[in-house]
């Protein structure tokens, strides 16, 4: 026995020693092109993003070896922070770019998750394994088209899709305790408190940094660059994935006391932001979340949730009105009522017409790099920055049978958590309820990459654990 021991403290020790050894090249690495950097006198704007992007890959290469409970919280934080620090960089050098270095910072820090993922990849569960080839396949097939055509647009693309993906895999071999995962997710909700409450003091404020993004970014369809006179979109980068981002710490701090983050204060600060934003889709969201996670609940759960929404309710009926922003939130609420007389929502059904006769003309998908930001760096005309429909999307991209492929995925794991989450009733019923919003929000725009992405597979992550933690709390992992 103790021999075993000391094998297990000898291996230990070696992986140590590798991750150090990793944290020091990367260093020196990364030191090399700062200094090559900082010796051209016109590039002190990089050199400022270079660090900045140094100093995030050395805290998470701290934390992976330390203190990896928090690894994941940490690059959550770094994909909601990273466009705020962006855009106080801009503003400092008063100087604006559509792609920028600080952009990246999101990617590079989270490919660190491989570190674990692959020390730990024969804990994989079989499920997780069956969707990362489907995934794999379908992203291989995509970047092999998309690359001929759009370089490094697709490799952009590739990577928006396959990074927030990691979280799936890297919770599900990471063999932390239930514990750890309901520190993941309160930890969520302040941060989620905390986006919020920058993004009201934004919209009463507007700080000269976000004023100054908002008029070179020429971002006319969130409102004019006014205190009171836009959309909030906080330390995200637009209003539509700070609506949702909300909307899934918002839903995640109702169904649990234990995920809540500064209690009903939290929850009102959140939702009030949330309504700032006038993101629909972001509303939406929420009420499904909150039904599905209703449907698989425990009773005792069920009667709080409607409690909670009751106060919420109310709150909305006689607290909204003396808030600044409540005309413009409430006329945004009304043409849900009357959605054919919605200038935007026709805008969304033409635009899907017309994209789908594209995609019955070619089946086989354009590829990687055809729509999304990344076709910011082809520069090519004939692509889509935007795009009003996920599922169209996704087949836009990678095609019919591809697309099928891995729209056939989600619905195999709605179906899955919904028949586990009558044994399971903590993580089992929010994965599901994830799952289940995300299939209702692909209507509108595709959320499985970027920072919606991370949010999604990091909520459905949560029902799968690993074998060797299925052996320390029994009944948390259904196989």
């Given at each position: 026995m103790e021999e075993i021991d000391g094998r297990h403290a000898l291996k230990f020790g070696v992986r140590k020693y590798i991750s150090i050894l990793i944290t020091l090249t990367v260093a020196i690495i990364l030191g090399l092109v700062v200094g090559i950097v900082s010796t051209v006198s016109s590039?002190?704007?990089?050199?400022?993003?270079?660090?900045?992007?140094?100093?995030?890959?050395?805290?998470?290469?701290?934390?992976?070896?330390?203190?990896?409970?928090?690894?994941?919280?940490?690059?959550?934080?770094?994909?909601?922070?990273?466009?705020?620090?962006?855009?106080?960089?801009?503003?400092?050098?008063?100087?604006?770019?559509?792609?920028?270095?600080?952009?990246?910072?999101?990617?590079?820090?989270?490919?660190?998750?491989?570190?674990?993922i692959l020390r730990n990849k024969s804990l994989l569960n079989r499920r997780i394994k069956f969707i990362a080839i489907i995934m794999g396949v379908t992203l291989t097939y995509g970047f092999c088209i998309g690359f001929l055509k759009y370089g490094m647009a697709s490799v952009f693309d590739f990577l928006n899709y396959a990074v927030p993906f990691l979280?799936?895999?890297?919770?599900?071999?990471?063999?932390?305790?239930?514990?750890?995962?309901?520190?993941?997710?309160?930890n969520f909700s302040y941060l989620g408190v905390f986006v919020a409450a920058y993004g009201i003091y934004q919209y009463l404020v507007l700080p000269q940094w976000d004023e100054f993004w908002m008029i070179n970014a020429d971002m006319n369809s969130i409102g004019t660059p006014e205190p009171l006179n836009?959309?909030?979109?906080?330390?995200?980068?637009?209003?539509?994935?700070?609506?949702?981002?909300?909307?899934?710490?918002?839903?995640?701090?109702?169904?649990?006391?234990?995920?809540?983050?500064?209690?009903?204060?939290?929850?009102?600060?959140?939702?009030?932001?949330?309504?700032l934003t006038l993101v629909r889709s972001g509303w939406i969201a929420f009420i499904v979340l909150i039904l599905a996670y209703l449907i698989r609940s425990q009773l005792k759960n069920?009667?709080?949730?409607?409690?909670?929404?009751?106060?919420?309710?109310?709150?909305?009926?006689?607290?909204?009105?003396?808030?600044?922003?409540?005309?413009?939130?409430t006329s945004r609420i009304e043409t849900l009522n009357s959605l054919e007389g919605?200038?935007?929502?026709?805008?969304?059904?033409?635009?899907?017409?017309?994209?789908?006769?594209?995609?019955?003309?070619?089946?086989?998908?354009k590829g990687l790099g055809s729509t999304g930001l990344?076709?910011?760096?082809?520069?090519?005309?004939?692509?889509?920055?935007?795009?009003?429909?996920?599922?169209?999307?996704?087949?836009?991209?990678?095609?019919?049978?591809?697309?099928?492929?891995?729209?056939?995925?989600?619905?195999?794991?709605?179906?899955?958590?919904?028949k586990s989450s009558g044994k399971e009733k903590v993580f089992f019923p929010i994965s599901f309820a994830?799952?289940?919003?995300?299939?209702?929000?692909?209507?509108?725009?595709?959320?499985?990459?970027g920072i919606s992405g991370v949010i999604v597979w990091f909520i459905a992550a949560l029902a799968f654990i690993s074998p060797p933690q299925h052996e320390q709390n029994k009944g948390g992992y259904l196989p």
């Open positions: 590039l002190h704007m990089e050199l400022v993003q270079f660090t900045i992007l140094l100093n995030c890959m050395f805290i998470a290469f701290y934390i992976n070896i330390y203190k990896e409970n928090i690894l994941l919280p940490y690059v959550i934080l770094i994909w909601a922070l990273s466009p705020e620090i962006r855009r106080v960089v801009d503003w400092l050098f008063h100087t604006y770019s559509e792609v920028s270095i600080i952009s990246v910072i999101p990617y590079c820090v989270s490919l660190i998750l491989l570190v674990p979280v799936l895999i890297y919770v599900n071999v990471c063999g932390l305790n239930i514990d750890v995962r309901n520190r993941w997710l309160k836009f959309r909030l979109f906080s330390t995200i980068n637009s209003p539509g994935p700070t609506g949702l981002f909300l909307a899934f710490s918002l839903a995640i701090m109702i169904v649990q006391k234990k995920w809540r983050a500064f209690g009903l204060v939290g929850m009102m600060i959140v939702a009030f932001a949330l309504l069920k009667i709080m949730l409607i409690a909670l929404l009751a106060v919420i309710g109310l709150a909305y009926q006689f607290i909204l009105p003396m808030l600044p922003g409540a005309s413009s939130i919605d200038h935007s929502f026709n805008e969304r059904l033409s635009f899907s017409t017309n994209i789908l006769s594209d995609i019955i003309r070619n089946p086989i998908g990344g076709t910011k760096i082809s520069n090519n005309s004939s692509d889509f920055v935007t795009f009003d429909n996920g599922y169209l999307n996704i087949f836009y991209t990678f095609g019919l049978p591809l697309g099928l492929a891995l729209i056939a995925t989600l619905f195999y794991l709605a179906i899955y958590f919904y994830a799952i289940v919003a995300s299939l209702f929000l692909l209507s509108g725009s595709n959320i499985i990459q």
